[in-house]
């Protein structure tokens, strides 16, 4: 007997309605039809059954704090990163905690299966990684939390901040992150990516970098991080993220850059949400939108994935752990609309992110983890269309979060219409 057997579903990257089942946690069986019982079997009725969404980019540290202990006026980056310091010695390790699990839960219920959360190291306390390293051993069983050790205030710039960060990665946390355009000149930003990825090929770890999160077209960070990428052999562990200066870059000069980022297999992070809000604030018009060059560095072969980054926090006064927001919102600005560019939308939030932060065993697929999302939709264009209502998250092939289809009852003179948003 199956634990699960999910009917009539539609897969993003396959043809046809089929059956899925699940035993042990694993997913045992996919066909057109499977007639064997079943502890439950949901209809799924022509909707999408997608592998669960990935955030590679978000803040968890900070998420769900709006307003303490002031709102950011101007809405730029500087002011948010000067409210974070006022913010930090103000909450407490349970207050992070807290809040951060209000956010998972948030998050899973809306289909996101893994998280790569950046956490504050610029703080002798460190208060942001022990909260966050005790949040990823809490939601362990139903959401993967995977944690970047960020010297928010620059790791040369800020006294403490080296030492802080080795103690983060002594702590377990996962991922050297750094942000060297806020270091004191342009050279010490360049000093401090060398340092950084010397210190994750040492400890043998990932890296990613908040780059280049500028309207500066000399803010040229990205070259440096594929340099150093390149020297240590840190091919395809290496992501940056934000990279918003190529939007004012020069194009010859990128025409140089986007194949050195291609030698060393730099994965490429934007975060449309906040870029769209946070860039562009010093220009009247025309008024840059801060996306990276999404299409060019995706044609050229790289590895792109969309973050959030924020909910609710110093930076970004909006958001709800909507993956295909972000995947909406990058769509638009990007110009990205051919059929096949919203379909590469969403794997951007899907299976592109899931690479990015080396998820294993992650797609539905036979033999791999029962782990996806039903969503009221009929397929990836139609979900980005819709920001689609997740029916069912299943993790492990245990139902975690469920609720009713979406459908809306209209009283005109002639009578009741029930319908729904499906094309």
Request: glycine share 8%; with cysteine; hydrophobic share 40%.
């Amino acid at each position: 007997m199956f634990d699960l057997i999910i009917k009539r579903a539609y897969l993003a990257d396959a043809k046809g309605e089929v059956d899925v089942a699940c035993q042990s946690g694993k997913i045992v069986e996919i066909s057109k039809s499977i007639l064997g019982e079943s502890r439950e079997t949901i209809e799924a009725e022509g909707c999408l059954l997608s592998p669960p969404f990935i955030d590679p980019h978000f803040h968890m540290d900070a998420t769900l704090s709006l307003g303490t202990p002031r709102l950011n006026v101007s809405g730029t980056l500087l002011e948010g990163i000067s409210l974070w310091g006022e913010l930090k010695p103000l909450q407490s390790i349970d207050d992070i905690i807290a809040r951060a699990m209000k956010y998972c839960d948030l998050a899973v219920a809306k289909g996101i299966g893994a998280i790569r959360s950046h956490v504050d190291t610029c703080d002798d306390e460190l208060k942001g990684v022990q909260a966050l390293v005790e949040v990823r051993e809490k939601v362990k069983d139903y959401l993967d939390l995977q944690l970047v050790a960020f010297p928010q205030d620059g790791v040369l710039r800020d006294s403490t901040a080296l030492i802080n960060t080795k103690r983060a990665l002594d702590m377990g946390v996962d991922v050297v992150g750094g942000i060297p355009h806020f270091e004191r000149t342009m050279s010490e930003g360049a000093s401090s990516i060398k340092l950084l990825c010397e210190i994750a090929a040492e400890r043998g770890l990932m890296v990613d970098m908040h780059c280049d999160e500028s309207d500066d077209p000399m803010s040229r960070h990205i070259e440096t991080l594929a340099f150093e990428t390149k020297r240590l052999g840190l091919e395809g562990r290496v992501s940056g993220s934000h990279l918003t200066s190529m939007h004012s870059m020069d194009n010859y000069y990128v025409s140089k850059l986007i194949p050195l980022m291609v030698e060393s297999k730099i994965n490429v992070i934007p975060n449309p949400l906040i870029n769209i809000m946070l860039q562009g604030r010093h220009d009247t018009y025309p008024k840059r939108r801060g996306q990276t060059r999404v299409r060019e560095l995706r044609d050229a072969g790289l590895t792109v994935g969309f973050g959030s980054d924020c909910v609710m926090d110093p930076w970004y006064s909006l958001g709800k752990a909507d993956m295909l927001d972000v995947a909406f919102m990058a769509l638009h600005v990007g110009q990205l609309s051919s059929r096949e560019d919203m379909e590469w939308c969403f794997d951007a939030v899907t299976k592109n992110s899931a690479k990015i932060i080396a998820l294993e065993e992650y797609g539905i697929e036979k033999g791999k983890p029962a782990n996806f999302v039903l969503l009221q939709a009929k397929d990836k264009i139609e979900a980005i269309r819709l920001r689609a209502h997740r029916l069912l998250v299943v993790r492990n092939g245990r139902i975690i979060s469920r609720s009713n289809p979406i459908e809306h009852t209209l009283y005109k003179p002639e009578g009741k219409t029930v319908f729904n948003e499906l094309s």
